[in-house]
């Protein structure tokens, strides 16, 4: 399984950015998908998942309300939309691909993960 992660860049604090994350070598919908990013000097942290067929999300607590995720199988593309970004969210953002299709899984269930994308937030 390949995962490309592209649409990071340098955003004002407030602003918003996109991530999309293809996906291609097996198909789509055998795969949960997620979001996790990392910070310089810290862990890699869960950011948002979504399921194979889209009908179940679920997001780290400081990203709800402002993060969604989605995902358009027709396209083998999963979406991250973020909003109102602060400078704390500043981080490489990797998607990942998760083939158990259970719902909640650790991040060690994620075994096929993409090169990430850099996301700057400025204050």
């Known amino acids: 399984v390949q995962l490309q992660a592209s649409g990071g860049g340098y955003v004002q604090a407030g602003g918003s950015l996109r991530l999309s994350c293809a996906a291609s070598?097996?198909?789509?919908?055998?795969?949960?998908i997620g979001w996790f990013r990392q910070a310089p000097g810290k862990e890699r942290e869960f950011v948002a998942a979504?399921?194979?067929?889209?009908?179940?999300?679920y997001y780290a607590d400081s990203m709800k309300g402002r993060f969604t995720i989605s995902r358009d199988n027709a396209k083998n593309t999963v979406y991250l939309q973020m909003n109102s970004l602060n400078p704390e969210d500043t981080a490489v953002y990797y998607c990942?691909?998760?083939?158990?299709?259970?719902?909640?899984?650790?991040?060690?269930?994620?075994?096929?993960w993409g090169q990430g994308t850099q996301v700057t937030v400025s204050s």
């Open positions: 990942a691909a998760d083939p158990s299709l259970r719902p909640l899984q650790p991040i060690s269930a994620y075994v096929y």
């Open positions: 070598g097996r198909p789509f919908t055998t795969l949960n």
């Open positions: 979504i399921n194979w067929s889209g009908g179940f999300a």
